[in-house]
């Protein structure tokens, strides 16, 4: 296996631990993280190494990652395991699926690339690459298989963890929250390049909005030391001492629960929001080349998952100029007047909450172990 990325190893955890209650004897090596550590498998290099930010981080660390991955093709050469499985990183795990399915070596990717947002004439390489794909949203699997890729639909794995219905009553204990004042969580980013690009607009944001709602409270989760030393700094840069906000060191799904609204950067986090039932305002900033790039590759009109998935604008998206603290505000405080459309929102959410809940390791681990037990499926893959 090779996951990228904490939440990959998040994700490979839970697919061990679903494939031994079938086969516990079956043993797992790769590169991976903490959580599939804990369950058994064998790190031989840690899953940080594949986390790079952007092409120039990419092109710098090439000839390192190149030769990580040849490596690990001779150990897997050498060692023929039952199956490989990569866990989304799919610029890693592309290349080397190819060779491992060439090798007579079932090849599975868990995570379907965005092919419907951008790149989408990576099909043909995934086709060639992949022995079966494993996809979090229903409407992917057509398109592999108007591409003749075999696919399993196995549904998001946070629609297993978050309960349909929040409590946000506890959610405002737990963090000790006045029940009378309004509550706007700030998300800027998991990343320092995303915090460090939106910080000063979600700041200007929030003395937008508490001079027109002094009744506000704001909760800013932050993943890490860094991320909270540059938010930290921004306040200072912004001279926003007097802002009733409150850092949080994680606690991002407590303080989205919490919150009567959300301003969230474009992302993963956006996805929780909305297994939360929570209105939110999308937004996000790059450098200008690089979101003209992206805007001309791109197949969609939204870049929310929310959206995406909705099929519709659900919540609003301000990206790049669009997202001015005035739209920001205006766009947050809409959600605080409109309780008929917060309620329609959560019955929107609601159901692509069931949609997407599936009891995803185990339908993973269902599609992945035929290639594990099945002796005659393996044997016609050995090379002559």
């Keep these: 296996m090779v ?99 060439h090798a007579g070596i079932p090849a599975i990717h868990f995570v379907s690339p965005s092919i419907w947002a951008w790149r989408g004439g990576r099909i043909e390489r995934i086709a060639q690459s992949v022995t079966r794909m494993l996809c979090l949203f229903p409407f992917e699997p057509q398109i592999y298989e108007r591409a003749g890729v075999p696919v399993s639909y196995v549904g998001h794995p946070l629609a297993d963890v978050f309960p349909l219905q929040p409590d946000r009553a506890a959610a405002r204990e737990l963090l000790g929250l006045n029940s009378k004042r309004k509550v706007i969580a700030l998300l800027p980013g998991s990343r320092q390049s995303e915090v460090n690009n939106l910080a000063d607009t979600f700041i200007a944001t929030a003395k937008l909005l508490l001079s027109r709602r002094p009744d506000i409270t704001f909760l800013v989760p932050l993943a890490t030391r860094e991320t909270r030393a540059l938010f930290e700094e921004a306040m200072r840069r912004n001279e926003a001492g007097e802002l009733p906000i409150r850092m949080l060191f994680g606690h991002a799904v407590d303080a989205m629960t919490a919150a009567d609204a959300v301003l969230v950067a474009s992302g993963t986090a956006s996805l929780e929001a909305a297994l939360l039932k929570r209105p939110m305002v999308i937004t996000y900033r790059i450098g200008k080349w690089q979101y003209r790039l992206m805007k001309r590759l791109a197949y969609l009109p939204w870049v929310g998952l929310p959206n995406i998935l909705c099929n519709e604008a659900m919540v609003p998206e301000l990206l790049q100029e669009d997202a001015s603290p005035d739209k920001l505000a205006d766009a947050l405080e809409a959600w605080l007047a409109d309780a008929a459309a917060v309620e329609r929102l959560v019955e929107r959410f609601t159901e692509l909450h069931l949609a997407l809940r599936q009891n995803t390791a185990e339908k993973a681990a269902a599609a992945i172990l035929p290639y594990l037990t099945d002796t005659e499926w393996k044997a016609s893959q050995q090379p002559a």
Aim: hydrophobic share 40%.
């Design 3 to 101: 996951a990228g990325e904490a939440s990959g190893d998040l994700l490979a955890s839970h697919l061990i631990r679903a494939i031994k209650r079938h086969v516990p004897h079956a043993e797992f090596f790769g590169i991976g993280g903490p959580k599939m550590q804990a369950e058994g498998f064998d790190v031989r290099w840690p899953c940080e190494l594949l986390a790079v930010h952007g092409y120039v981080d990419a092109l710098k660390r090439y000839r390192e990652l190149s030769g990580i991955r040849r490596t690990l093709l001779s150990q897997i050469r050498r060692e023929r395991p039952a199956a490989f499985i990569g866990v989304d990183a799919p610029d890693f795990n592309l290349w080397l699926e190819g060779k491992i399915k």
